[in-house]
């Protein structure tokens, strides 16, 4: 099952059993096949259970027996490398599998409950994750914003949104466009996700004194041309960040705000100074991951009031588009879905952008002034796609 070898004594024998080993192996080779992104494994007082996460969505999969939950948890601890005597702290962990003939790593976290150790295993699937970014969902006209951006000598464009929204794949992305021998990439990410060759990644430890502003500032003398930092969280990692896209270098990064404008709004309070935003930011991507339609879908009429209230322009009411609804089949197990896609507000920082920043505008008038040069935002993205039926509009509203 894996290439680790395993501790000698009483231990290893308590987690060596034989059904143990063949149904983690099971439920591990079944979450990969199936395309879950996440494995969650639950004690409760009565029992236990297995959930998986697919395109977003939890579903229980198993209620293995109550008597084989310490049992799987310290094998899921040994194999990540992890403290098995240590139940009363969180503990954080990655491993290494060969399932069905390919290596997959998985990135492990447990948590301490009433009734024993929650596990949570995210799948770290590069066959999964390294997409090209023209498979990621952006429109003609925001792959081609982002594009200029990225091929930019300096500045620094900007990833936002909330957890698992899929920031760090777009990431990636762009960094393997990149990616040449011509090239110095570094990252700084917390923690590392994906393996890509040919780019230095560093993983944060704050415990060790290793954070992102310390990333940062060692990178800057490391003759770097592409700067990542995983995640700008305070205004001291924003300052270097700020500064390293003004001194010739292209900085990629992101932060936790709910659209493109409210970026900007998020940089001015934390502090740093509106003409250095004005001066280093070059492009925003606010993101959202929606459930793809799975080819069982059903094409639906909406009313032109329902279509109102969604968003939808008079031009598209007028021509009475059709819509589609999740059906379900044995391909998508019965949920209508297959897949995810991206959902996306890419806006390029203008003149008159820079020109609100200095005057410290808010978020609305970045809104305003981002609809006026025909930026789509978040719910006008997701309405194309329901248009072209790859997704439905009950998944767009639940969204944006």
């Known amino acids: 099952m894996d290439n680790h070898s395993q501790p000698a004594g009483p231990a290893a024998a308590h987690i060596d059993d034989a059904p143990v080993v063949r149904l983690l192996h099971k439920m591990l080779a079944d979450a990969v096949g199936m395309g879950a992104s996440d494995l969650h494994f639950e004690p409760f007082e009565h029992f236990c259970r297995v959930r998986f996460r697919i395109d977003g969505m939890l579903h229980e999969m198993a209620q293995p027996p109550l008597t084989l939950k310490d049992k799987l948890s310290t094998r899921l601890k040994i194999l990540s490398r992890l403290d098995i005597a240590e139940k009363r702290l969180p503990q954080d962990g990655k491993m290494r599998l060969e399932l069905d003939g390919r290596e997959v790593d998985f990135r492990v976290s447990t948590l301490p409950t009433q009734f024993g150790e929650k596990i949570v295993l995210r799948i770290l699937d590069g066959a999964q994750d390294s997409l090209g970014i023209e498979r990621l969902g952006y429109e003609p006209a925001q792959h081609d914003a982002l594009m200029r951006a990225i091929r930019k000598p300096h500045g620094m464009v900007l990833m936002t949104g909330p957890t698992g929204s899929g920031k760090t794949v777009s990431l990636y992305a762009c960094l393997q466009l990149l990616n040449r021998p011509g090239v110095n990439i570094a990252t700084a990410e917390d923690p590392v996700e994906i393996n890509l060759p040919g780019i230095n990644q560093v993983g944060i430890n704050e415990r060790a004194g290793l954070s992102f502003a310390v990333a940062l500032r060692a990178f800057l003398r490391q003759d770097p041309d592409v700067l990542m930092v995983g995640e700008i969280r305070d205004l001291e990692t924003a300052d270097i960040a700020v500064k390293a896209s003004q001194t010739g270098h292209l900085v990629f990064s992101t932060l936790h705000t709910n659209d493109a404008p409210a970026t900007l709004t998020r940089l001015l309070n934390m502090g740093v100074p509106a003409f250095n935003i004005a001066s280093s930011v070059s492009l925003i991507v606010a993101q959202r991951l929606v459930r793809r339609l799975c080819d069982c879908r059903h094409e639906v009429r909406a009313s032109p009031d329902t279509l109102k209230r969604a968003g939808?322009?008079?031009?598209?009411?007028?021509?009475?588009?059709?819509?589609?609804?999740?059906?379900?089949?044995?391909?998508?197990?019965?949920?209508?879905?297959?897949?995810?896609?991206?959902?996306?507000?890419?806006?390029?920082?203008?003149?008159?952008?820079?020109?609100?920043?200095?005057?410290?505008?808010?978020?609305?008038?970045?809104?305003?002034?981002?609809?006026?040069?025909?930026?789509?935002?978040?719910r006008r993205s997701g309405l194309l796609k329901t248009l072209r039926g790859e997704t439905s509009l009950r998944e767009v509203i639940a969204c944006t």
């Open 312 to 378: 939808f322009s008079e031009a598209d009411i007028d021509r009475a588009p059709s819509l589609f609804r999740p059906c379900g089949c044995e391909r998508c197990n019965g949920s209508g879905y297959r897949g995810r896609t991206g959902i996306y507000q890419v806006m390029p920082i203008s003149a008159a952008m820079e020109g609100l920043i200095l005057a410290q505008g808010g978020t609305p008038d970045i809104a305003r002034q981002a609809r006026s040069e025909g930026i789509a935002d978040l």
